[in-house]
C-alpha cells in the first residue's frame, strides 16, 4: 500500500510513543539490544501477530508495504471504535486503486505487551481478511520506529536498537564464512515510511519496495517491459486478478526472467508475477514469500538492509530457484537475549512448523507441528495447523482428526469448524457440513469477512438460500471490499440455483460483469452464471448465447457444457444438446450431480 500523500501529524506523535516505550540504554561500543520480539504465526503467507484492541484479543497482519497501519471497516464496527474523519484531502492508494479513509481512535492498543493510548488507525479500502481472521493490518508507523528484523521462517520479528554501529555488519546471526547481502535502503522518515532501494532484473536497474503484505512479490508492466517481458512473450500465462487496498484489481501475468539481482543475490530463470502500475515511486513489491526465504535485517540505523538466505525456493513457492551469492566473513553483534541455540518451546515449533507450510515444505512443517503438538497437547492451533497441513498433503482423515480435537478443544474456533465443513462437502456429507457451517454462522461476528467463505461454503452443501443470506450480511460491511463484484456473482448464483427472486439475480450478475475483465476466468464464470438465471427464467436462447461466450472463453468449463447442452434440449436441439452433455460428462463425469439434486436432468 501507497500513500498518494500523508498529512497526518498523530504519525510522528505515534512513532515517538512507541519508541520511547520500546528503548533501552545501550553502551558506547557497538551495541546491539533486542528493544522487543513479535511472535509471528503463517497463515498461508499472510504474517500474523497478536495484539490486544481495548483488552480483546486481535490479530494483524504484518504489512512492511503499508506507510499507516489500517483496521477493516468490519473490524471497527465489531470492536465498536469510535470512527471520525481523516484530515481533509486525504487519499490511500494501492493496487486496487485509490481508497478515501476514515480514522479510528483505539482507547489502549497493546503489542509485545507495551499499551499505547489513543492510537489511530486508518479505516476503510479492501482488507481481505477472509482466511486470516485478522482486524486489519500493522504498517511502517509500528515497524519503521527502529532497526526490524523480520526472521519469518523461524516465526520471529524483532525489535533491535543499534548503538555506534554506524559502519558495523549488523546480520549478527552470520557465521564466520556465511553467505550474506547488504544492499543501500533509502532514509525511512514519517514522509517516506517505506523500505526502497534497486534491483537489477535481467540487468536493467528497478525501484523495488519491500513489502510483506504482498503475498507474492509482483513487478508492475513497465519493470517487466524494460526488462524485455510483456504479456505476449514466449512462456507467459495469464495468472488471474491481483487485488490490494482499492476495490478494483488488476490482471497479472507469469513469466520467467532470466535473472533477478539484490545486492550481492541473484536468483536465476526467477518466475515472477507481473501486471498493472504499482506508483510512480516503485516497480516491484517484494513480497512475503522473499521475507520467508530469507532472514531480513532493515537498519533503519544505517540506511542499509541485510539478509541471508534460507534455502528453497525465493519467489516460486512451489518451485526450486537456483540462488548466487557472494560469501564474507562477519562479525558477530548479537542483540542483548538473542538465542544461538536451538531450545524451542511448543509455541515456537508451532510458528515454524506454520512457516514451513507456508513455503509448502510439508514434510518440515508435520515435523514441528508434530513436536508442537506433543508438547502442547491443549493448544487447539497446533492442531488446526496440523490438519490444514494434512489437506494440503491430501490427508483427509489424518485432517478430521485434528480438526476435531481443535474443536474438542475450542468448541467455537471458527477457522477449524470451517475447514471441518469443507472436508465434510467434498466427502457429500451435507448434513455433518450444516452442523459445522451453522456453528460458523452462530459463533462469528456479524461483521466478519469468514462469512463470504461460509456463503461459499453453503452453496457447495446444495444450500442456496442460507449462502444468500450470507452474502447479504457480509455486504454490508464490506462495500469497500475488492471482493464485492465476485460477492455480487455468487449471490446470482446462489438466487438461480434456489430459482427465486430471478430478476434480483439477473442484476446482481449484470453488476459482476461490469468489473470484470474480458477473456479472465472470472468473466467465463460470471457468464456461465448469468446464463443460468435466464435458463432458470426460460429464456433458453439467451442462455445458449452466454454458455457460448463463456465456453468460448474457458473451453474446459465442463458445467457451461452441460448446461447448454440441456437449454438446447429444451429448444428441441436435441442432437446438439445431447452431444454437449456427452462430451461436459466425458470432461468430468459427475458434472451432472447438482443439477440432479436440483431436479433438472436432460
Same mark, same amino acid.
Given at each position: 500500500m501507497i500513500s498518494e500523500f500523508l498529512r497526518f501529524s498523530r504519525a510522528a506523535v505515534l512513532l515517538t510513543a512507541i519508541s520511547m516505550a520500546l528503548s533501552v540504554s545501550a553502551g558506547a561500543a557497538c551495541k546491539m539490544s533486542k528493544m522487543a520480539e513479535l511472535p509471528v504465526t503463517m497463515l498461508g503467507l499472510r504474517p500474523l501477530i497478536d495484539a490486544k484492541i481495548n483488552n480483546k484479543d486481535v490479530r494483524f497482519e504484518v504489512d512492511?508495504?503499508?506507510?499507516?497501519?489500517?483496521?477493516?471497516?468490519?473490524?471497527?464496527?465489531?470492536?465498536?471504535?469510535?470512527?471520525? &474523519? &481523516?484530515?481533509?484531502?486525504?487519499?490511500v492508494t494501492g493496487i486496487g486503486g485509490i481508497t478515501k479513509p476514515s480514522v479510528a481512535t483505539v482507547d489502549v492498543f497493546t503489542l509485545?505487551?507495551?499499551?499505547?493510548?489513543?492510537?489511530?488507525?486508518?479505516?476503510?479500502?479492501?482488507?481481505?481478511?477472509?482466511?486470516?481472521?485478522?482486524?486489519?493490518?500493522?504498517?511502517?508507523?509500528v515497524f519503521g520506529v527502529?532497526?526490524?528484523?523480520?526472521?519469518?521462517?523461524?516465526?520471529?520479528?524483532?525489535?533491535?536498537?543499534?548503538?555506534?554501529?554506524?559502519?558495523?555488519?549488523?546480520a549478527y546471526w552470520v557465521g564466520g564464512g556465511q553467505a550474506y547481502s547488504v544492499v543501500d535502503i533509502d532514509p525511512i522518515s514519517v514522509y517516506h515510511p517505506h523500505i526502497t532501494s534497486s534491483a537489477y532484473l535481467n540487468g536493467t536497474k528497478i525501484a523495488v519496495t519491500f513489502d510483506t503484505g504482498a503475498n507474492l512479490s509482483l513487478l508492475s508492466l513497465r519493470a517487466a517491459a524494460r526488462a524485455g517481458m510483456d504479456p505476449k512473450s514466449t512462456g507467459v500465462v495469464e495468472a488471474g486478478?491481483?487485488?490490494?487496498?482499492?476495490?478494483?484489481?488488476?490482471?497479472?501475468?507469469?513469466? $520467467?526472467?532470466?535473472?533477478?539481482?539484490?545486492?550481492?543475490?541473484?536468483?536465476?530463470?526467477?518466475?515472477?508475477?507481473?501486471?498493472?502500475?504499482?506508483?510512480?515511486?516503485?516497480?516491484?513489491?517484494?513480497?512475503?514469500?522473499?521475507?520467508?526465504?530469507?532472514?531480513?535485517?532493515?537498519? $533503519?540505523?544505517?540506511?542499509?538492509?541485510?539478509?541471508?538466505?534460507?534455502?528453497?525456493?525465493?519467489?516460486?513457492?512451489?518451485a526450486q530457484s537456483k540462488v548466487e551469492k557472494s560469501a564474507e566473513p562477519a562479525e558477530d553483534h548479537a542483540p542483548d537475549g538473542a538465542d544461538h541455540a536451538e531450545n524451542l518451546e511448543a509455541a515456537d515449533y508451532g510458528r515454524r512448523g506454520a512457516a514451513s507450510a507456508a513455503r509448502r515444505d510439508f514434510e518440515h512443517a508435520l515435523a514441528d507441528l508434530n513436536?508442537?503438538?506433543?508438547?502442547?497437547?491443549?493448544?487447539?492451533?497446533?492442531?488446526?495447523?496440523?490438519?490444514?497441513?494434512?489437506?494440503?498433503?491430501?490427508?483427509?482423515?489424518?485432517?478430521?482428526?485434528?480438526?476435531?480435537?481443535?474443536?474438542?478443544?475450542?468448541?467455537?474456533?471458527v477457522l477449524a469448524l470451517l475447514n471441518r465443513a469443507e472436508l465434510r462437502i467434498k466427502a457429500k456429507d451435507f448434513a455433518g457440513a450444516r452442523t459445522d457451517l451453522d456453528a460458523v454462522d452462530q459463533y462469528a461476528a456479524k461483521q466478519a469477512d469468514i462469512r463470504f467463505e461460509l456463503a461459499q461454503d453453503y452453496i457447495a452443501a446444495d444450500l442456496p438460500a442460507l449462502a444468500i443470506a450470507q452474502f447479504d450480511a457480509w455486504m454490508i460491511s464490506h462495500k469497500q471490499d475488492a471482493k464485492h463484484r465476485l460477492g455480487l456473482a455468487r449471490r446470482c448464483w446462489a438466487r438461480a440455483l434456489q430459482n427465486e427472486n430471478l430478476d434480483e439475480a439477473l442484476s446482481d450478475c449484470d453488476a459482476a460483469i461490469q468489473g470484470v475483465y474480458e477473456k479472465s476466468p472470472g468473466y467465463s464464470d460470471v457468464l456461465g452464471y448469468h446464463a443460468f438465471v435466464r435458463y432458470r427464467m426460460g429464456r433458453y436462447d439467451k442462455a445458449i448465447a452466454d454458455y457460448n461466450d463463456a465456453f468460448k472463453l474457458d473451453p474446459k468449463a465442463a458445467l457451461s457444457l452441460y448446461s447448454r447442452g440441456l437449454a438446447k434440449i429444451r429448444v428441441k436441439r436435441n442432437a446438439e444438446g445431447e452431444a454437449d452433455i456427452a462430451e461436459a460428462l466425458k470432461m468430468q463425469p459427475g458434472v451432472a450431480d447438482q443439477f440432479n439434486r436440483l431436479g433438472i436432468s436432460p
Open positions: 512492511s508495504g503499508a506507510f499507516y497501519s489500517m483496521i477493516s471497516a468490519a473490524s471497527a464496527a465489531e470492536l465498536n471504535l469510535k470512527i471520525g &474523519a &481523516a484530515p481533509y484531502g486525504m487519499r509485545a505487551g507495551i499499551p499505547v493510548r489513543n492510537m489511530q488507525f486508518l479505516v476503510g479500502g479492501s482488507l481481505d481478511t477472509l482466511d486470516s481472521g485478522s482486524a486489519g493490518l500493522l504498517g511502517q508507523n527502529s532497526d526490524v528484523e523480520y526472521d519469518l521462517a523461524n516465526g520471529k520479528i524483532r525489535f533491535i536498537k543499534s548503538d555506534d554501529c554506524p559502519r558495523a555488519m549488523l486478478l491481483v487485488g490490494g487496498i482499492g476495490t478494483g484489481a488488476i490482471k497479472s501475468y507469469v513469466g $520467467t526472467f532470466s535473472s533477478f539481482k539484490l545486492g550481492d543475490e541473484e536468483v536465476q530463470r526467477a518466475k515472477l508475477r507481473f501486471g498493472g502500475s504499482l506508483g510512480i515511486d516503485t516497480e516491484m513489491l517484494v513480497g512475503a514469500d522473499f521475507f520467508l526465504s530469507h532472514r531480513v535485517y532493515v537498519a $533503519t540505523s544505517q540506511h542499509k538492509m541485510y539478509f541471508t538466505y534460507n534455502g528453497g525456493p525465493v519467489f516460486n513457492l512451489s513436536r508442537a503438538c506433543e508438547l502442547a497437547a491443549d493448544n487447539p492451533e497446533f492442531f488446526f495447523e496440523r490438519g490444514v497441513v494434512y489437506v494440503n498433503t491430501d490427508k483427509p482423515q489424518l485432517a478430521m482428526k485434528d480438526f476435531d480435537r481443535a474443536l474438542e478443544l475450542k468448541p467455537g474456533y
